[in-house]
């Protein structure tokens, strides 16, 4: 069973930090692309990064661009995503997510979600 379990979220204040990561099971994801997104209360799901299989390119929202990071790391199945100059409009649940097909290229199909970690921003 492929589950992606995300963790790291929590209350910070405005201009705080925070790293999310999210460990995948069940099979390698090491040859495919990964996401995060996120859905703010009363708003629809949104993009926030993408990173392809070996990380040699990431993609951003324009929201986030410059203060987040996201990275990965194959050795141990797991991508991050590093938070910073956090404002009240990042408070959302966030979402790992995985394309299934190997060496795909965007745009990407995500076929395996996480639970969600909340993120909640402080102002």
């Known amino acids: 069973q492929v589950e992606l379990v995300e963790s790291g979220g929590g209350l910070v204040q405005a201009g705080g930090s925070l790293r999310l990561s999210c460990a995948a099971s069940g099979r390698r994801f090491t040859s495919n692309a990964m996401g995060w997104f996120r859905q703010a209360p009363g708003k629809e799901r949104e993009f926030v990064a993408a990173?392809?299989?070996?990380?040699?390119?990431?993609f951003y929202a324009d929201s986030v661009k410059g203060r987040f990071t996201i990275s990965r790391d194959n050795a141990k199945n797991t991508v991050y995503l590093q938070m910073n100059s956090l404002k009240p409009e990042d408070t959302a649940v966030y979402y790992c997510?995985?394309?299934?097909?190997?060496?795909?290229?965007?745009?990407?199909?995500?076929?395996?979600w996480g639970q969600g970690t909340q993120v909640t921003v402080s102002s």
């Open positions: 997510a995985a394309d299934s097909h190997s060496y795909a290229s965007p745009p990407y199909e995500y076929d395996y």
């Open positions: 990173i392809t299989w070996s990380g040699g390119r990431k």
